[in-house]
């Protein structure tokens, strides 16, 4: 079993030095009661809220921050993944999450859909990605001494063709970040669930909590299982549930490699045609 603790913060906005300290202290906390990974919301390190900001705030990856964790995951053993805005190449902002363990860097993920629906049902208000964001074009699973991880970020766990492909790839867990606010709550938990549940794989979730500008979060983080060993149904039971206010780590026990358990009984891999993702490609071309 491994030990993982999500970690949900209410970000200063563009104040990254803050927020790097709020991060290392609910590390250190995780590591005191064993985590072996912790993992932090999007856009932790800057906040959502930064506006034209983020031209300023966003670093390379690696970069500075990059450097900060890797010490501390050298230091006390663990891995440490955490969102923040990238300076790719060109000045071209990413929307991006960052992955680094006991041996330094491993990896980023690029946010691959950028939202631009209403962030307040009863205003005009917009998400900021499609502003300052290019949307990411990979998926790619690293390698880790605790397995195969891959990693979503909000708007992406929308989408079950984004954390199914992670699932073909050898994901043994597979991450999703968000800095979802309140609006959202009764949407999102029943998608991180699902997206457990129909590729019998552990999720681990965490979100923005808090108030943040005009922002408020709903934190509400969780752990779902690949399966239970006694029923072999997947997507359940869900280990912790992180509460909906207030900065915190949140743990619970994960077998990393218990989809191996899981699938035989509750085959949904095995399911899978081609001709289905043929037919997917075929409508979503007449669409366009």
Not at 127 to 145: I, M, Q
């Amino acid at each position: 079993m491994t030990k993982v603790a999500i970690g949900q913060i209410t970000p200063i906005t563009g104040d990254k030095n803050k927020n790097l300290e709020k991060m290392k202290e609910l590390t250190l906390e995780a590591v005191e009661n064993g985590a072996k990974l912790v993992v932090f919301p999007e856009l932790a390190l800057s906040g959502y809220n930064c506006g034209d900001h983020f031209f300023e705030v966003a670093e390379p990856i690696p970069g500075e921050a990059t450097r900060y964790f890797e010490d501390l995951a050298r230091t006390h053993e663990v891995h440490i993944i955490w969102g923040m805005p990238e300076k790719g190449i060109g000045g071209v902002l990413y929307n991006s999450a960052v992955l680094v363990g006991p041996n330094g860097y491993i990896g980023k993920w690029r946010k691959n859909t950028l939202p631009g629906h209403a962030t307040d049902l009863s205003g005009p208000g917009a998400f900021p990605d499609r502003r300052y964001f290019k949307a990411g074009e990979d998926l790619p699973v690293f390698n880790s001494a605790l397995g195969k991880i891959g990693v979503l970020i909000c708007y992406d766990i929308y989408f079950p063709e984004l954390a199914r492909m992670l699932t073909l790839q050898g994901a043994d867990l597979i991450i999703g970040i968000s800095g979802s606010p309140s609006f959202e709550k009764d949407i999102f938990e029943p998608i991180v669930k699902v997206r457990a549940m129909e590729n019998a794989t552990n999720f681990v979730y965490t979100n923005l909590v808090g108030k943040e500008g005009d922002t408020e979060y709903w934190g509400g983080g969780c752990i779902v299982a690949a399966g239970d060993k006694e029923t072999k149904l997947p997507g359940h039971p869900i280990l912790c549930k992180a509460p909906y206010e207030g900065e915190c780590i949140t743990l619970a026990d994960i077998d990393i490699q218990a989809h191996h358990k899981v699938r035989p009984y509750f085959p949904v891999l095995r399911d899978l045609t081609t001709r289905m993702y043929e037919q997917l490609a075929d409508i979503h071309r007449k669409l366009s």
